[in-house]
Nanobody, 123 residues
Framework: VQLQASGGGSVQPGGSLRLSCTAS????????VGWFRQAPGKEREGISC????????YYPDSVKGRFTFSRDNSKNTVYLQMNSLKPEDTAVYYC?????????????????WGQGTQVTVSS
């Protein structure tokens, strides 16, 4: 299983970015997929976790209403649309999956990770 995350960059507060995560060796549409982020000195945080069991997506309060998970099964790719970005969103962002239809949105439960893409929000 390989995950390739991309789309990070530098943006001003209030701006938007869309992250992409493309998989090989696994069909993402059949399993749980998550987006996580890790800021320096902080624990890796789950920010968007999709359950293939019921099609629901979990978002913590810190990003709810600003971030949106989507997927394109034909491309075996998932996306994270991030709007109204804040300086506190600055982190390395990772996508993850595992051979389960649903998983808690905590990093310890996920077995396959992309390489991370840096998002910096600064004026």
């Amino acid at each position: 299983v390989q995950l390739q995350a991309s789309g990070g960059g530098s943006v001003q507060p209030g701006g938007s970015l869309r992250l992409s995560c493309t998989a090989s060796g696994i069909t993402l549409g059949n399993y749980a997929v998550g987006w996580f982020r890790q800021a320096p000195g902080k624990e890796r945080e789950g920010i968007s976790c999709f359950s293939s069991r019921n099609g629901s997506t979990y978002y913590p309060d810190s990003v709810k209403g600003r971030f949106t998970f989507s997927r394109d099964n034909s491309k075996n790719t998932v996306y994270l649309q991030m709007n109204s970005l804040k300086p506190e969103d600055t982190a390395v962002y990772y996508c993850a999956t595992d051979y389960r239809p649903t998983l808690p949105c905590k990093f310890i439960y996920w077995g396959y990770w992309g390489q991370g893409t840096q998002v910096t929000v600064s004026s």
